[in-house]
């Protein structure tokens, strides 16, 4: 499996943008990128995916690097609720595996 | 709306015991199905999907094992629990299309003593 490599934490700001890294040096072509989230207590959540392009959605917007090496999952205005741990996942097309990292957790300071 | 449930919420289990755990997912047909385990403070660790009925793909060799009666039932079972088989237990849901995005319950949160 592919390995994504996410700093252990990071801290911002109510009312401020969040970028959060990913690097995946290893990835393939068939590989999507995948962002979950995980608040205290909860499941995964779904945010966002892509495979070469910039995506958008309510949630967030995902950077995707033209080599497709690096990625950038950026809220563009944290609130409380978005603190929790986020996880930057490749999934191999075709695959049903997610390989979960250990993510970095996100604290947002009011 | 698709939604998928977990019980129970929390289980306190004595060494040694049985388990079950049950995951049910409504409206959608043909699903595949996960179940994963989470340590305090480690990441999502996948211990079995299923693409159908009575079919079971094993991550992870253990005590644990599960099983798929119906084709949005999946239960997560074990005849004697371990200590080591403690955490949070989370069931997914997910449509392969290309590629997939999983869906995951509220969790079972489980102490064995």
């Known amino acids: 499996d592919a390995k994504t490599t996410q700093p252990n934490s990071m801290e911002s700001n109510e009312e401020e943008p969040v970028h959060l890294p990913c690097n995946h040096s290893?990835?393939?072509?068939?590989?999507?990128i995948h962002w979950y989230r995980q608040l205290p207590s909860q499941g995964p959540e779904y945010v966002i995916h892509?495979?070469?392009s910039n995506v958008n959605n309510r949630m967030a917007s995902l950077a995707i690097a033209e080599d497709r090496k690096s990625s950038t999952l950026i809220l563009h205005r944290a609130t409380l609720r978005d603190a929790a741990v986020y996880y930057c996942?490749?999934?191999?097309?075709?695959?049903?595996?997610?390989?979960f990292g250990q993510g970095t957790r996100l604290t947002i300071n009011p | 709306s698709q939604t998928i449930h977990q019980w129970p919420a929390t289980l306190v289990q004595p060494v040694g015991s049985p388990l079950s755990l049950e995951c049910t997912v409504e409206?959608?047909?043909?699903?595949?199905l996960y179940w994963y385990r989470q340590a305090a403070g480690r990441g999502l660790q996948l211990l079995f999907y299923?693409?159908?009925?009575?079919?079971i793909s094993s991550e992870v060799p253990q005590n644990l094992s599960a099983s798929r009666p119906q084709d949005r039932q999946f239960i997560l079972s074990s005849k004697k629990l371990l200590l080591s088989d403690s955490g949070f237990y989370l069931c997914?849901?997910?449509?392969?299309?290309?590629?997939?995005?999983?869906?995951f319950g509220p969790g079972t949160r489980l102490l064995v003593l």
């Open positions: 409206g959608t047909s043909n699903p595949n």
């Open positions: 290893t990835i393939s072509g068939t590989d999507y």
């Open positions: 997914a849901w997910g449509l392969l299309r290309g590629q997939e995005t999983q869906y």
């Open positions: 299923s693409v159908g009925i009575g079919q």
């Open positions: 996942i490749l999934q191999i097309q075709g695959a049903q595996k997610l390989v």
């Open positions: 892509g495979l070469t």
